[in-house]
């Protein structure tokens, strides 16, 4: 399976950039889409294939990457975006990454 | 809207089967796209388990094909999940979603969560 890495946790001041980052074990070319997930709530697709903005989704949301590399890039981060964001790639089977817990300052 | 509501036990004894049904509105499941399942174990792990296509056919992770199900109701716009044979490592909590043909999930249930416990 190809496991996806991610760091487990982040703090950020609002108004601030931040950037969560998911390695993949092996390429898994442009599949990789990004989720936010909050307690309680519906999780929310934010990116698909790696930089394409999911409707709905503010542009302050973005993605980038390719191969074993990707990046979810929030700018300015807003109160409303603590929560848990995961990748998950769908070239190789479907695997998720950890999850990286974002909190704001 | 699209929405999608997933209902069952939150406890489950093992060896017995879990069972959920997850509730779509806003979109018919024969219209088109897949309808999957998805669970999150305690330390955020995420597995995904199958989905059930427009048309029916199914489609299993190979880790749990020997016990998974997943079948519909169109009549009710419902599709289910089951899972036999199940220990406390299946506790976890179970997300519905609808599955598009790239691989992602665009809408999702709010999750449901179930502990397998004697």
């Known amino acids: 399976d190809t496991v996806l890495t991610q760091s487990p946790a982040l703090a950020v001041s609002p108004g601030e950039r931040v950037t969560i980052s998911c390695k993949a074990s092996?390429?898994?070319?442009?599949?990789m889409h990004w989720y936010q997930q909050k307690p309680g709530q519906q999780s929310k697709l934010l990116i698909y294939k790696a930089s394409n903005l999911a409707s709905g989704v503010p542009a302050r949301f973005s993605g980038s990457g390719s191969g074993t590399d990707f990046t979810l890039t929030i700018d300015p981060v807003e109160a409303d975006d603590t929560a848990t964001y995961f990748c998950q790639q769908s070239w190789n089977g479907r695997t998720f990454g950890g999850g990286t817990k974002l909190e704001l300052k | 809207e699209i929405q999608l509501q997933e209902s069952g036990p939150g406890l489950v004894k093992p060896s017995q089967s879990l069972s959920l049904t997850c509730s779509v509105t806003g979109y018919t499941i024969t219209s088109g796209y897949d309808w999957s399942w998805i669970r999150k174990f305690p330390g955020n792990k995420m597995e995904w388990m199958g989905y059930?296509?427009?048309?029916?056919?199914?489609n299993y992770n190979p880790s749990l094909k020997s016990r998974i199900s997943i079948t519909r109701d169109t009549s009710k716009n419902q599709f289910f999940l089951q899972l036999n044979s199940v220990t406390t490592e299946d506790t976890a909590t179970y997300y519905c979603?609808?599955?598009?043909?790239?691989?992602?999930?665009?809408?999702w249930g709010q999750g449901v969560m179930v502990t397998v416990s004697s």
């Open positions: 979603a609808r599955y598009t043909y790239y691989g992602y999930e665009d809408y």
């Open positions: 092996e390429s898994v070319s442009t599949r």
């Open positions: 059930i296509s427009y048309s029916g056919s199914t």
